[in-house]
């Protein structure tokens, strides 16, 4: 089939779906234009827990929205409703399933992909090694939904089966910055800013707090010390002047 064939110079097109990321910037970049349906995406970051739901809410409110359920494994820190709500989520769509051991998250995460019940799959696992990952790689590719694994920043240095790896953290302009480890085609260069104000934000964020760099940038040149001046003809305290 010629749809499957991928040059390595541009950008590969999957034969199964995507599900729109809901940031342009980032749909341009992979592959079928947002995060593969039957394959794994692992998604690596520094510290858990502090933008996943940011990055993805987007998809999932698309998904919700089709009256798909999201399933999400092994989260370190319960998911807060108030702040899902703000993001957009509807809870009666999400099941959490609140498993902490890793090898009881490998198998829960193992069994969901291959029940093919979510339209969404998330899970955390942070232990999972490289054989564990091809394995659950195998089983995903029978998967209608993205199947998103959160990895730590570490795991970068490892070989991976995922067709599909980013890294992520935050920029300082309440924005995700994004590079792509790892994608069916040329290889990504840089990082890519996804605006993301946290949900509540958005209304009560004044101009100038919009943009904290500036703010930074600002206060680290009030600081300097000048570059360029003469020397100060004042002699220092309690010094008098040398007699000939």
């Known amino acids: 089939m010629e749809s499957a064939v991928w040059r390595g110079d541009s950008l590969g097109t999957p034969v199964t779906s995507t599900v729109s990321s809901g940031f342009l910037v980032l749909d341009a970049e992979l592959p079928g234009g947002g995060w593969p349906c039957g394959s794994l995406t692992e998604v690596l970051q520094v510290q858990s827990t502090v933008l996943e739901w940011r990055l ?14 999201i399933v999400v494994v092994g989260p370190p820190k319960a998911p807060h409703l108030p702040g899902l709500r703000q993001l957009g989520l509807d809870e ?12 009881e998250r490998l198998w829960a995460t193992e069994q969901l992909i291959k029940s093919n019940a979510a339209g969404m799959l998330v899970s955390w696992l942070p232990q999972a090694r490289q054989e564990q990952i091809r394995r659950l790689q195998v ?15 570490a795991a970068a240095d490892e070989a991976s089966a995922a067709p599909l790896r980013l890294r992520a953290r935050f920029g300082l302009d309440w924005e995700l910055r994004i590079h792509l480890l790892k994608r069916k085609g040329p290889p ?53 002047p040398a007699s000939h």
């Not at 993805?56 to 359920?69: G, K, N, T, W």
């Not at 930074?216 to 001046?229: C, E, F, N, Q, T």
């Open 139 to 153: 089983c995903a590719q029978g998967c209608d939904g993205p199947v998103i694994l959160w990895r730590p920043a």
């Open 92 to 103: 009666r769509r999400l099941v959490w399933v609140d498993v902490q051991k890793p090898v």
């Open 188 to 240: 990504h260069e840089g990082e890519l800013a996804l605006p993301s104000v946290p949900g509540g934000l958005q209304d009560i964020l004044t101009p100038r707090l919009s943009h904290p760099s500036r703010l930074i940038a600002a206060r680290h040149s009030r600081d300097l010390p000048h570059a360029v001046g003469s020397p100060s003809s004042r002699q220092p305290a309690g010094r008098a």
């Open 56 to 69: 993805l809410a987007p998809a999932m409110r698309a998904l919700v929205e089709q009256d798909r359920q």
